[in-house]
């Protein structure tokens, strides 16, 4: 189950990803060629164009994409077909000659995604700052057509089916683009009435928009939501068995969907007001279905935040008359000197306006070890630490009671752990070294044990006692030799005895490595001071 749930949310993850990738067009830094492509292909249904094609239209239509060659159009087109914005068409190329052939055979189409956010992206350019009217008209008509659909669904032997697939369908229709000029509205109300800049002449139109305009609004909301919600409430029973009986009259492409079993796997987005949702969506912008209030009642909540805003800017021009709050004139001007300034009367207004003079550099000694020509650049000197009293207070005093000492048990816990694994790690070092002596070409020895051996045997031979004239074979030869060497560690136990044979080798074999020693051989055993305690012990 849980398997099953992560992949299916990875699944969803990715489909949005892709989704959203189609958006991307709109930010990229060629965003006005796309947006001029993406033109072109919508300006046209159910057609597949080739470049020729497309540049001939965006040379017909002009602006920034109009010059644009074969090549470059192009690379265009096939990143709009990796977002997602358009597909390549699969449509049969009929040619007269290969260089026909050549420019005709990449084609490309719209896909459903590219045109849907293309057609949003284009409301949005044409009229994103257009305060919208709304359609208040269309709610008389929803409340009519929803009291004669009940009648007609309540009386005897139903309503039609075609009757009821064309009233249910003008029902949502009329529904939907009244909500979405109500939220169009009220967003730019929001945009427009948080500015606080607004002057007697703005505040007047914007105050008889609240009074008379949406006060209209929201008094005609008032009136007929009752009545809506009452038709709905007599239909509600009744919408499951219309609904079933609408889909057995005309299902539309459902039937697609059904027979997607076997043949096509198809995605049905089905009309407005023939899914359940629909109505139970349209109930509860009427009525309070869930406990958490009904979009009438976010309605009238808006309508008060609004009327506070504008209260709170008529406070404001009252004080801002009587000289007590706005500086708003004399920003204004003072913004306009900037922008005629040149830039070094602008950097003076900038000091005089709001105090930003030139640093100021206290005599603090640099360290002790350091040493500063007194001809060096504050700017590329070294920097020196100021206390942070003396930044903050002027003075070096101390202020408050000390700090309490810093607790390190824990960090010296943490030493006192390493230093017994440490010790522990060698003192099993030792023992393996004492186990393997005499038979080193039979083991092979750890690192841990291979590193104590080298150290050992680096002071044992740093430690050695040479002879001149040693005797080889009965004869004595000039030179140094190897009588013997020893090293011990007096905390391990451990002695390790060196001599010189001539032609013995001894082979070291180690987790990191073979090392062989010619004319050495190792012992090694333990100290002097531990055999006595041994001994000792074993007496006692």
Same mark, same amino acid.
């Given at each position: 189950?849980?398997?099953?749930?992560?992949?299916?949310?990875?699944?969803?993850?990715?489909?949005?990803?892709?989704?959203?990738?189609?958006?991307?067009?709109?930010?990229?830094?060629?965003?006005?060629?796309?947006?001029?492509?993406?033109?072109?292909?919508?300006?046209?249904?159910?057609?597949?164009?080739?470049?020729?094609?497309?540049?001939?239209?965006?040379?017909?239509?002009?602006?920034?994409?109009?010059?644009?060659?074969?090549?470059?159009?192009?690379?265009?087109?096939?990143?709009?077909?990796?977002?997602?914005?358009?597909?390549?068409?699969?449509?049969?190329?009929?040619?007269?000659?290969?260089?026909?052939?050549?420019?005709?055979?990449?084609?490309?189409?719209?896909?459903?995604?590219?045109?849907?956010?293309?057609?949003?992206?284009?409301?949005?350019?044409?009229?994103?700052?257009?305060?919208?009217?709304?359609?208040?008209?269309?709610?008389?008509?929803?409340?009519?057509?929803?009291?004669?659909?009940?009648?007609?669904?309540?009386?005897?032997?139903?309503?039609?089916?075609?009757?009821?697939?064309?009233?249910?369908?003008?029902?949502?229709?009329?529904?939907?683009?009244?909500?979405?000029?109500?939220?169009?509205?009220?967003?730019?109300?929001?945009?427009?009435?948080?500015?606080?800049?607004?002057?007697?002449?703005?505040?007047?139109?914007?105050?008889?928009?609240?009074?008379?305009?949406?006060?209209?609004?929201?008094?005609?909301?008032?009136?007929?939501?009752?009545?809506?919600?009452?038709?709905?409430?007599?239909?509600?029973?009744?919408?499951?068995?219309?609904?079933?009986?609408?889909?057995?009259?005309?299902?539309?492409?459902?039937?697609?969907?059904?027979?997607?079993?076997?043949?096509?796997?198809?995605?049905?987005?089905?009309?407005?007001?023939?899914?359940?949702?629909?109505?139970?969506?349209?109930?509860?912008?009427?009525?309070?279905?869930?406990?958490?209030?009904?979009?009438?009642?976010?309605?009238?909540?808006?309508?008060?935040?609004?009327?506070?805003?504008?209260?709170?800017? =008529?406070? /404001?021009?009252?004080? @801002? &008359?009587?000289?007590?709050? !706005?500086?708003? +004139?004399?920003? %204004? $001007?003072? #913004?306009?000197?900037?922008?005629?300034?040149?830039?070094?009367?602008?950097?003076?207004?900038?000091?005089?306006?709001?105090?930003?003079?030139?640093?100021?550099?206290?005599?603090?000694?640099?360290?002790?070890?350091?040493?500063?020509?007194?001809?060096?650049?504050?700017?590329?000197?070294?920097?020196?630490?100021?206390?942070?009293?003396?930044?903050?207070?002027?003075?070096? =005093?101390? /202020?408050?009671?000390? @700090? &309490?000492?810093?607790?390190? !048990?824990?960090? +010296?816990?943490? %030493? $006192?752990? #390493?230093?017994?694994?440490?010790?522990?790690?060698?003192?099993?070092?030792?023992?393996?070294?004492?186990?393997?002596?005499?038979?080193?070409?039979?083991?092979?020895?750890?690192?841990?044990?291979?590193?104590?051996?080298?150290?050992?045997?680096?002071?044992?031979?740093?430690?050695?006692?040479?002879?001149?004239?040693?005797?080889?074979?009965?004869?004595?030869?000039?030179?140094?030799?190897?009588?013997?060497? @020893?090293?011990?560690?007096?905390?391990?136990?451990?002695?390790?005895?060196? $001599?010189?044979?001539?032609?013995?080798?001894?082979?070291?074999?180690?987790?990191?490595?073979?090392?062989?020693?010619?004319?050495?051989?190792?012992?090694?055993?333990?100290?002097?001071?531990?055999?006595?305690?041994?001994?000792?012990?074993?007496?006692?």
């Amino acid at each position: 189950m849980g398997a099953s749930a992560s992949g299916a949310g990875q699944d969803a993850d990715e489909e949005a990803r892709r989704r959203l990738n189609a958006y991307t067009y709109l930010s990229a830094p060629e965003r006005l060629e796309h947006v001029a492509i993406m033109r072109v292909f919508c300006g046209t249904l159910l057609a597949d164009l080739a470049v020729p094609d497309v540049m001939a239209k965006l040379r017909q239509a002009g602006g920034s994409a109009a010059g644009l060659d074969a090549d470059t159009l192009t690379v265009r087109l096939e990143q709009l077909v990796q977002w997602g914005n358009l597909l390549r068409s699969s449509h049969t190329v009929n040619a007269s000659s290969i260089s026909e052939y050549q420019r005709s055979r990449s084609r490309y189409q719209l896909s459903k995604l590219g045109e849907r956010i293309h057609r949003d992206a284009d409301e949005v350019l044409a009229e994103a700052d257009a305060a919208r009217e709304v359609s208040n008209e269309l709610l008389a008509l929803v409340e009519r057509g929803l009291r004669e659909l009940a009648d007609l669904v309540t009386a005897p032997g139903g309503i039609e089916p075609q009757d009821g697939l064309e009233r249910i369908s003008t029902l949502f229709v009329q529904f939907t683009e009244f909500a979405d000029s109500i939220r169009d509205f009220y967003a730019y109300l929001g945009q427009v009435l948080s500015r606080y800049d607004l002057d007697s002449a703005e505040y007047q139109g914007f105050k008889e928009l609240l009074l008379d305009y949406v006060e209209a609004i929201t008094e005609d909301v008032a009136f007929r939501a009752p009545r809506i919600s009452a038709a709905l409430d007599t239909l509600w029973p009744h919408i499951p068995a219309l609904l079933d009986r609408l889909d057995a009259h005309s299902q539309g492409l459902t039937a697609l969907s059904a027979q997607g079993e076997s043949r096509l796997e198809v995605r049905i987005q089905r009309s407005r007001g023939r899914e359940f949702a629909d109505w139970e969506g349209l109930r509860g912008w009427f009525s309070d279905t869930d406990g958490q209030g009904s979009q009438v009642d976010q309605l009238r909540d808006a309508t008060l935040r609004a009327l506070q805003s504008l209260l709170a800017n =008529a406070k /404001r021009m009252l004080r @801002s &008359a009587t000289g007590e709050m !706005s500086r708003r +004139k004399d920003l %204004l $001007r003072l #913004a306009r000197w900037f922008d005629e300034a040149a830039p070094q009367d602008a950097h003076d207004i900038a000091v005089a306006a709001f105090g930003l003079y030139g640093a100021r550099h206290l005599g603090i000694p640099p360290a002790t070890d350091e040493v500063v020509p007194a001809y060096t650049s504050w700017w590329t000197g070294p920097v020196v630490e100021v206390p942070v009293a003396l930044r903050e207070r002027g003075s070096r =005093a101390q /202020r408050g009671r000390a @700090s &309490a000492v810093e607790d390190h !048990s824990a960090q +010296k816990q943490r %030493l $006192r752990e #390493a230093a017994r694994q440490r010790a522990a790690a060698r003192a099993a070092a030792a023992d393996e070294l004492r186990s393997a002596s005499g038979r080193f070409a039979e083991v092979r020895l750890t690192s841990p044990a291979l590193g104590l051996l080298l150290e050992l045997l680096a002071t044992a031979l740093g430690n050695a006692q040479f002879s001149r004239n040693v005797s080889t074979g009965g004869e004595r030869t000039a030179g140094f030799g190897l009588d013997s060497a @020893s090293s011990e560690d007096a905390e391990l136990h451990i002695r390790l005895t060196v $001599r010189r044979t001539a032609g013995t080798q001894t082979m070291l074999y180690s987790a990191d490595g073979d090392l062989l020693l010619d004319d050495l051989e190792l012992n090694i055993g333990r100290t002097s001071a531990a055999v006595d305690g041994e001994a000792e012990a074993s007496v006692s």
